[in-house]
């Protein structure tokens, strides 16, 4: 065993020289193949296949001898999340993904690289959703709301608004500068420039939307009325041709949509009330 232990170290050290290149090791696994059978699909077929088993679940030399004992890492134990993460950015630490690893909210809340990513399966290698939303509960209440960007349905992914392995912007979203660029990266025509523009749609689309889910129409924070009187006051609605002279708080702004006559709500080129 201790002849295997030294070959076992000196491929994880080669590995770590040779970055992502799999070496041909297979004698090094037979120490572990002998017990498991490695011939399944999920061995096989995973990017992973020909890698060394020790490069993640370490030397396991008492278990070799007595399967009882369970002194390999554990990738599934959150307590020993350090060691696993390490074990993976000895190969992944280059992938500029990785860049912002260290200190991100993931790496700093002790998440593991296997709270997201299975090893033993083919074509589920990431797990998206269902894993963000076994942590993340209250993003799992707000996607499931009645207006919702259209995640459960498969149209896009956590990942299409997050970069999980770390960023410069807050949140984790993907755009380091502000959300407003993240929105634009697919809602293009938000952007404008108007001639007449809107204030808070320039300055943050999160003033009046959630990005995961609400209770009201468009991924609006709140009801349409309630949403645009947090800054205007419809009391004071000015008084519009053909209602009662004298009443500024007129049928028609009661009960109307705010948009029958505020349609253009993101900005107007033609319009500075954005009819
Ligand atoms: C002598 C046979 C034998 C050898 C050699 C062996 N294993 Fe195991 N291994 C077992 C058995 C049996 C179990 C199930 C033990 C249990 O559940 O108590 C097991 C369980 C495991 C588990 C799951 C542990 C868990 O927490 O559920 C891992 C991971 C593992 N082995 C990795 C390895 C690696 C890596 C090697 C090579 C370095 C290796 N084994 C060599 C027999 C062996
Ligand atoms: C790239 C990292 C990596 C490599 C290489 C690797 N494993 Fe694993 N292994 C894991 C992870 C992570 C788990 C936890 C379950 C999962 O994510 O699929 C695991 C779980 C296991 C288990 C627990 C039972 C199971 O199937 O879920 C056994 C046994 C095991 N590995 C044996 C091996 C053997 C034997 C090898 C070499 C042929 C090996 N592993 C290579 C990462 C790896
Ligand atoms: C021995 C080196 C090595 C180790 C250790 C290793 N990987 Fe990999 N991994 C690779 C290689 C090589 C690939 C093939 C694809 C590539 O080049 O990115 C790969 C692929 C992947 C992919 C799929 C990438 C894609 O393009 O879809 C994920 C996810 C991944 N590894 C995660 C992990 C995790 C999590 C661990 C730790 C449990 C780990 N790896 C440990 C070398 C390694
Ligand atoms: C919070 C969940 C989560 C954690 C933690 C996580 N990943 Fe990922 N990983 C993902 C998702 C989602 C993707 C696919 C989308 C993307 O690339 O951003 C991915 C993609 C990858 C890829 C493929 C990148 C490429 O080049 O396309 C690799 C390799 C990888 N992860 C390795 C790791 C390693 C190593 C760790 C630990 C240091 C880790 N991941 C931690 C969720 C996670
Ligand atoms: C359309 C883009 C988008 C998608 C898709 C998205 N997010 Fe977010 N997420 C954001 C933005 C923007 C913020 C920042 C919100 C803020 O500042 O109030 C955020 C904040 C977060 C936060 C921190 C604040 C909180 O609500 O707890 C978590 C956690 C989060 N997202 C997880 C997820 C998960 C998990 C998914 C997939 C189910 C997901 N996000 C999908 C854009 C998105
Ligand atoms: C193992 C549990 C776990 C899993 C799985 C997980 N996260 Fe996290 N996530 C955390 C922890 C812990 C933090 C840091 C503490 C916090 O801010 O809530 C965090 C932070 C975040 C943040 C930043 C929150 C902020 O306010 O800065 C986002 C965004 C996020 N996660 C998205 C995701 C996405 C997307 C996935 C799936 C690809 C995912 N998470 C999977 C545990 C997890
Ligand atoms: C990765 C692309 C993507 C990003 C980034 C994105 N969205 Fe979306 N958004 C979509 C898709 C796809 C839909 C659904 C369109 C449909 O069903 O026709 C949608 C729908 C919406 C809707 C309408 C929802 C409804 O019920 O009709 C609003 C509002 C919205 N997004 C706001 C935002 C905001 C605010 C941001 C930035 C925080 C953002 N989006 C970022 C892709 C994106
Ligand atoms: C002042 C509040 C407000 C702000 C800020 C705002 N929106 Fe909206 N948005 C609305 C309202 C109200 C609707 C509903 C329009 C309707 O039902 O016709 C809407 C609808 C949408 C829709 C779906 C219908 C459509 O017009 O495509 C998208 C997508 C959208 N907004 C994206 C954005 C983006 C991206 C930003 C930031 C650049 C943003 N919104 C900023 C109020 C706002
Ligand atoms: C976050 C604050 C905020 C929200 C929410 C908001 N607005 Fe505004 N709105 C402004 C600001 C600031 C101006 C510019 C005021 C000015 O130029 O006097 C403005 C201007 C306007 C104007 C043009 C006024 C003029 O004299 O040119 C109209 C019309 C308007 N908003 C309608 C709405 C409607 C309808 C909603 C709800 C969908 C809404 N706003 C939500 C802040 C907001
Ligand atoms: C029946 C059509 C109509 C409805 C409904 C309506 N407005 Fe207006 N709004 C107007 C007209 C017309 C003007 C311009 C009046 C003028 O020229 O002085 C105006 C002006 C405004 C202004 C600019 C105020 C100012 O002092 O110049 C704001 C802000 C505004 N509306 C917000 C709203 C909000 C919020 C709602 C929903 C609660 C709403 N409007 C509903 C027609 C409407």
Redesign the pocket.
């Known amino acids: 065993m201790g002849m295997l232990r030294i070959v076992g170290l000196t491929m994880v050290l080669f590995l770590m020289g040779a970055g992502m290149a799999f070496a041909a090791e297979a004698a090094n696994n037979d120490a572990c193949t002998s017990c498991h059978d490695v011939t399944e699909a999920k061995y096989s077929k995973n990017m992973h296949a020909t890698a060394s088993c020790v490069s993640c679940h370490g030397e396991a030399t008492e278990h070799q001898q007595d399967p009882s004992v369970l002194d390999m890492i554990d990738p599934n134990d959150p307590k020993q999340a350090e060691t696993v993460n390490a074990g993976c950015m000895s190969c992944h630490a280059a992938n500029q993904k990785m860049m912002f690893w260290e200190g991100s909210a993931h790496e700093a809340g002790d998440a593991s690289c296997t709270s997201c990513h299975n090893i033993h399966t083919v074509g589920t290698e990431t797990v998206e959703m269902d894993s963000c939303l076994s942590c993340h509960k209250d993003v799992r209440r707000d996607v499931n709301k009645f207006s919702h960007h259209p995640l459960k349905e498969g149209k896009m992914e956590c990942s299409s608004c997050h970069d999980v392995h770390g960023t410069l912007a807050p949140a984790l979203i993907k755009d380091a500068d502000f959300t ?1 660029e993240l ?2 990266t ?2 293009t ?3 404008g420039p108007y001639r007449f523009a ?1 204030p ?10 959630s990005a995961h889910g609400t209770n009201s ?4 924070t709140e009801n ?1 009325r309630n ?2 009187s947090n ?1 205007h006051s419809y009391e004071h609605h000015p008084q519009i041709v053909n209602e009662d002279p004298g009443s500024r708080n007129t049928a028609m702004t009661r009960q109307a949509s ?2 029958n006559c505020h ?1 253009n ?2 900005g107007s080129n033609t319009d500075h009330h954005f009819r």
């Open positions: 407003n929105c634009y697919c809602h025509e938000k952007r809107h808070p749609v320039e300055e943050n689309c999160l003033s009046c939307h129409p468009r991924l609006l349409l949403t645009c800054c705010c948009l349609g709500i993101h």
